[in-house]
């Protein structure tokens, strides 16, 4: 069926580009960029500035594990100077696309070939997963979400800034100074979550939902529980893993669980009815909302979670 689908994709882009060919010569000057989700949109605007076309290929509000690609996604590929995705679960339509795309002179960024991964693990009390992902018939070995370390995005940022000086040397200056200001608001977020773990009465948080921040934990020495792995397709887990996560936040008195946008479980409200533990968000960053689209920052949204962490963890 995806075969199939592909194909089509492939007769519609031929139509459209000859549709589209004679629109080539009117547009804006500037380094073409197509992201793929709003982390990769977000990073490249810090780092480039004005001046530059970014295209996201996802839609706002759409979870990008669900998201499937249209014909205009192939056709903006086709078209850019700089395609800039995550890699992983989420982003196996895209490589299904670049498969196909021809376009020799096109830059490609793959964030996650710009940090130190780690492996998805199932931690104790976990559900499971059953069934594959939506977005493709094997899982991949390593955690997609990256950008959840500032440390990370730190080095993501200087592997845009160096590409779009390569492919843009005439406007260097301003990336460079443009990834300065950038790195130096992530440093200050780095220090923030260090102060709060360090001085926290306790380590362990919880997620009665998905679990995104294994880079994140992992930086900042935080232990954690689940109800699943960050990129599950599931939304209701076994009775065997509601108790469990019940049981660890009452034996360790855990203040509140954490919920991530665009979830469609109930587990957060079950579990705070029968523990009385509050529930906070948990920002994954995954994409925002129609009205959030190009107001919020990465900043903005971290900024949130250490305020939400440094409760979680008092």
């Known amino acids: 069926m995806r075969k199939l689908w592909m194909a089509l994709v492939l007769m519609l882009v031929i139509f459209c580009t000859g549709c589209t060919a004679q629109n080539a010569g009117t547009e804006e000057d500037g380094l073409r960029i197509v992201v793929s989700a709003y982390p990769a949109y977000d990073f490249a605007r810090q780092v480039a500035g004005e001046g530059v076309q970014i295209r996201m290929l996802t839609r706002p509000g759409i979870d990008p594990h669900e998201y499937e690609p249209t014909p205009q996604n192939m056709i903006d590929i086709e078209n850019c100077d700089i395609f800039i995705y995550n890699g992983g679960e989420s982003d196996v339509w895209v490589d299904e696309l670049l498969k196909s795309v021809e376009n020799d002179s096109m830059r490609i960024i793959r964030m996650m070939d710009c940090v130190t991964l780690l492996e998805e693990e199932t931690v104790e009390g976990m559900e499971v997963e059953t069934e594959d992902h939506a977005h493709g ?70 997620f009665a939902d998905r679990f995104p921040a294994r880079y994140f934990t992992e930086e900042y020495g935080l232990t954690y529980y689940a109800a699943f792995p960050g990129c599950s397709s599931q939304t209701e887990p076994s009775a065997a893993t509601v108790a469990f996560l019940i049981d660890k936040i009452r034996e360790e008195e855990i203040p509140f669980v954490f919920s991530v946008p665009y979830s469609l479980s109930s587990l957060p409200q079950t579990i705070s009815e029968e523990t009385g533990a509050g529930i906070l968000m948990f920002n994954s960053f995954h994409n925002v909302s129609d009205r959030e689209f190009g107001q919020v920052t990465y900043i903005d949204v971290m900024t949130e979670n250490a305020q939400a962490l440094a409760r979680a963890l008092n």
């Open 137 to 206: 018939e094997t899982s991949e070995e390593y955690d997609e979400h990256v950008w959840l370390s500032p440390v990370n995005v730190m080095q993501i940022a200087g592997s845009l800034c160096d590409t779009l000086t390569k492919a843009d040397p005439e406007n260097a200056e301003t990336y460079e100074e443009n990834t300065a200001e950038f790195l130096s608001a992530l440093e200050e977020l780095d220090a923030r979550f260090r102060e709060i773990a360090a001085n926290a009465k306790r380590t362990t948080v919880v």
